[in-house]
């Protein structure tokens, strides 16, 4: 867990998932290739907890080389065809080392990821993450930062030329590390990014605030180590509380 000016949103999100409120914990989950949404039988509030657990399992079977490859058949693609139930969205980098779903052993219809270089909150990723929540139903958004992220980098080398579209990526992300001091690792400067991106997305948007603020939501930030592999799981983002009526 990071200290300092993005810690203040943040709380651990691994906490004891109640046994009775999970649906992942089966031998063999979510390999029915009905596309029917688990999550139906869960209530609201229960869903973004249960649905975080079913990405750490699948995580952790691909870190221990047992990945299911889950929902990869061309059965499962024809039972998606109608419409897509997904329990998960994923904001990500669209690095080529960041497979998501691979990472969190799924397949067809089981996730919506966004992607772009740098793992921004733009307008089009919130827009994006909007209509996972709000009209797709997920309870869970997953902002996945990783080691050695190159729009991260370039941020902290003014000295390169860039394109006058990636300049003004890389020079957002400039002005966002600048806040935490000038004197980051490439390390620390990604994971801060993770941090602020996630805060940013959520207080960016007027819904995804609300679906947080009635529990109905959860937005997690997460680190992909590309050495190991393992995703460190920093944080969740906390809601604005914001004072009552005098
Ligand atoms: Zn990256």
């Known amino acids: 867990m990071l200290d300092g000016c993005c810690s203040g949103w943040l709380s651990d999100p691994r906490g004891p998932v109640r046994p009775e409120a999970c649906l992942f914990t089966m031998a063999e989950p979510i390999v029915s290739e009905d596309p029917a949404n688990p999550l139906d039988q869960l209530s609201p509030l229960e869903r973004p907890r249960a649905v ?12 221990e080389g047992h990945s299911l490859h889950p929902h990869s058949t061309r059965e499962r693609m024809r039972a998606v065809v109608e419409g897509q139930h997904p329990l998960a969205a994923v904001l990500g980098c669209a ?12 397949g067809f219809g089981d996730l919506f990821v966004v992607r772009n270089a740098g793992t921004m909150s733009t307008t089009a990723a919130i827009a994006s993450l909007e209509y996972a929540v709000g009209h797709l139903g997920v309870p869970l958004i997953v902002v996945l930062g990783h080691e050695a992220c190159g729009a991260v980098s370039a941020a902290l080398h003014p000295e390169l030329l860039l394109t006058p579209n990636l300049a003004q990526v890389v020079g957002q992300l400039r002005m966002e590390l600048l806040q935490f001091g000038g004197d980051l690792t490439l390390e620390e400067s990604c994971r801060r990014h993770t941090l602020s991106a996630a805060g940013n997305l959520v207080h960016s948007s007027v819904l995804l605030t609300d679906r947080l ?14 050495h190991s592999s ?15 009526p005098s």
């Open 230 to 244: 393992a995703i460190d799981w920093m944080g969740q983002v906390e809601s604005i509380r914001y004072p009552g």
């Open 95 to 106: 690095d080529s080392r960041v497979p998501v779903e691979l990472l969190f052993d799924s």
């Open 213 to 226: 603020r009635a529990g109905q939501l959860t937005v997690v930030a997460g680190y992909y180590d590309l």
């Open 52 to 63: 975080l657990q079913w990405l750490q399992q699948g995580h952790q079977r691909f870190l």
